[in-house]
């Protein structure tokens, strides 16, 4: 054991895996005043000074006019739900992270799938309006890999049909589209600040609502229903930011635009060197005008040499850790298969796609080095 090392400390092992993503991280040095800060004070949560701060300073980033904390984004999509009173159905993609569909279970929601886009992989309109019954209340769209939904589509079925919509913008930090943030769009969208996103809070989330009152809604739902210290008008949770996240966010708030144009490079980079190889098909960037490139996928097609389960494991055998997001699709796992929406012939683009895609690694401290032998492995098989 190295005697420089403080007693049960790990010895630093060299680690040559590369991984889908990697957290970014403001400098230690700069969070300790804001630490010290908290142990001066004892305030620890119940929207302390940090809190407050955070949520500003969210706003004037984002671009958006409320927005309300919470400790992770699935709490955040669970009371995004109860806040509209959403019930009965609720149209979604089977394209997604689990947590976008749990949230409508834990809600006593029934989800039903609809088929997506295939060249943006997002709810396909067509798809949600053809999926709709008396008994649907809302769409749940997810702006997959940080690529806007087709929004006024969406909101010009929902206008028709009289229902709510909520985005599960988890990916979506940033972004923006010509007409201003995509988080202004819908009832409510929601963000994740989970580490593994292009920003986090460690863990963390938000929603993103467009009036006060819905907020101060929100609030009470997020704190067990209270609105003082003996009224209670609604059965919520403990669904609160603390001060530590609160104050990691606004330092990491700093440093958030040189984290994004790295990612920036990382792709530029993977659609330059990518663009000729046969059989590999890269999204397109159409309907951003501010992007995050929260994501890199590819789409493996027949034409490449190998299948897209045998590059996966070709990256693996070589310590790179590309995942196939989103496979297997939501409507795949046993608590969902048996929903008629969620047979194979309604969702023949989804599972397309899950059967292509891989997402390859991208976070701002990818180096050259790495990204040769990740191209390297596609370009030369």
Not at 290 to 309: Q, T
Not at 312 to 318: A, G, P, S, V
Request: charged share 20%; hydrophobic share 45%; with cysteine.
């Amino acid at each position: 054991m190295n005697a420089a090392l403080p007693l049960g400390a790990i010895e630093p092992q060299i680690d040559d895996r590369i991984y889908v993503t990697q957290p970014h991280l403001a400098p230690l040095e700069e969070f300790i005043p804001y630490l010290q800060q908290i142990w001066d004070s004892k305030i620890l949560t119940n929207a302390g000074p940090f809190h407050q701060q955070f949520e500003a300073a969210l706003c004037k980033y984002l671009g958006v006019k409320h927005l309300a904390l919470f400790t992770n984004g699935t709490l955040a999509l669970l009371t995004a739900l109860q806040a509209l009173r959403v019930t009965g159905e609720v149209i979604t993609t089977p394209y997604s992270f689990v947590a976008t569909a749990h949230s409508l279970v834990w809600n006593g929601i029934k989800p039903v799938f609809a088929d997506i886009d295939p060249h943006t992989l997002n709810l396909d309109p067509a798809k949600i309006e053809a999926a709709i019954t008396p008994q649907t209340t809302a769409i749940m769209p997810v702006h997959c890999y940080g690529k806007p939904c087709d929004v006024e589509a969406i909101q010009k079925i929902a206008d028709n049909y009289n229902l709510k919509v909520i985005y599960d913008a988890a990916h979506a930090f940033g972004v923006q589209t010509e007409t201003g943030s995509v988080l202004e769009h819908g009832d409510l969208a929601v963000l994740s600040f989970h580490a593994t996103k292009v920003f986090n809070t460690f863990e963390g989330g938000a929603i993103i609502c467009q009036d006060a009152r819905t907020k101060q809604r929100i609030d009470h739902l997020k704190n067990f229903g209270f609105v003082d210290e003996v009224t209670v008008v609604a059965s919520g949770i403990n669904g609160k930011m603390s001060e530590i996240n609160a104050a990691f966010g606004l330092l990491q708030l700093q440093h958030i635009d040189e984290a994004l144009a790295k990612r920036a490079r990382v792709d530029a980079i993977y659609r330059e060197r990518l663009r000729d190889v046969r059989g590999i098909r890269c999204l397109p960037k159409e309907g951003q005008k501010v992007a995050n490139h929260s994501y890199f996928p590819i789409l493996v097609g027949p034409e490449y040499p190998i299948s897209r389960d045998a590059l996966y494991q070709k990256f693996r055998d070589r310590n790179i850790y590309a995942r196939r997001y989103f496979y297997p699709l939501i409507s795949d796992f046993p608590i969902y298969r048996g929903l008629p929406s969620a047979r194979q012939d309604n969702l023949p683009v989804a599972r397309a796609a899950a059967q292509q895609v891989l997402c390859l690694p991208i976070f701002p401290a990818l180096t050259d080095d790495m990204l040769d032998r990740i191209i390297g492995i596609i370009a030369d098989t």
